[in-house]
């Protein structure tokens, strides 16, 4: 079984809807991440929690909101979804430690909005 | 400046051949180097990391760095047309561990 698993794979919608992508990790990691990714842009940081209680915006958090339910589970909501959100989203995890850790990612979401 | 600079590619290079992909980055304080792979359409996977000046070596793979210069690649031996993916450069600074990556460079090697 896969360590970090993202949930749906694949998602389209329409402008204005409300969008929830999921994460889980079987890792014991701490500290997780939602990035997305756009042709030419690279992956960029959107949110990431070091722990339950920690939460912390990335670069481009506009637009989005995380809960982390559990140390296994952290969520990236749309809260109303626009086109330019259309990209395919990671979720990432790393051990609690110095700069020295890896990310492991997920599988990807491939999010469309209509 | 962006602060991870890759050339987007893509590379072209025959089967056989040494690949060569390079990254520039622009904090002087940062600590720690990784280079993933990424399929079209899959996620990011570790293939070398390095922390220390100087070249380290895993099989095929070769990262390099230079601190110095705020520059880091790596070498591909013997390439093959299964090494043809985006290759991300990725660097931590920051107590907090962040991590900037690069936009990639798209590598095709020919049969």
């Known amino acids: 079984d896969a360590d970090v698993t993202q949930t749906p794979r694949n998602r389209i919608t329409k402008t204005g809807k409300r969008i929830m992508l999921e994460c889980s990790q079987t890792k014991g990691h701490d500290r997780m991440y939602w990035y997305r990714q756009d042709p030419g842009l690279g992956l960029r940081l959107i949110y990431y929690s070091f722990d339950v209680k920690d939460i912390n915006k990335g670069e481009i958090s506009d637009g989005y909101s995380v809960s982390r339910q559990a140390q296994a589970k952290f969520s990236l909501s749309l809260e109303s979804a626009i086109p330019n959100q259309t990209a395919l989203y990671f979720c990432a995890t790393t051990p609690k430690g110095g700069p020295r850790n890896t990310q492991y990612f997920g599988p990807g979401t491939r999010l469309t909005v209509l | ?111």
């Open chain 2, 1 to 111: 400046q962006k602060e991870v600079e890759q050339n987007s590619g893509p590379l072209s290079v025959p089967e056989g051949a040494i690949a060569s992909l390079n990254c520039t980055y622009s904090d002087r304080v940062s600590q720690s180097f990784f280079w993933y792979r990424q399929y079209s359409g899959k996620s990011p996977e570790l293939i070398m990391s390095i922390y220390s000046n100087g070249d380290k070596e895993d099989g095929r793979f070769t990262a390099q760095l230079n601190k110095a210069s705020q520059y880091v690649s790596l070498l591909i031996r013997d390439s093959q047309p299964s090494d043809s993916a985006t290759y991300l450069c990725a660097v931590t600074s920051g107590g907090y561990q962040k991590v900037t990556f690069g936009t990639g460079t798209k590598l095709q090697v020919i049969p």
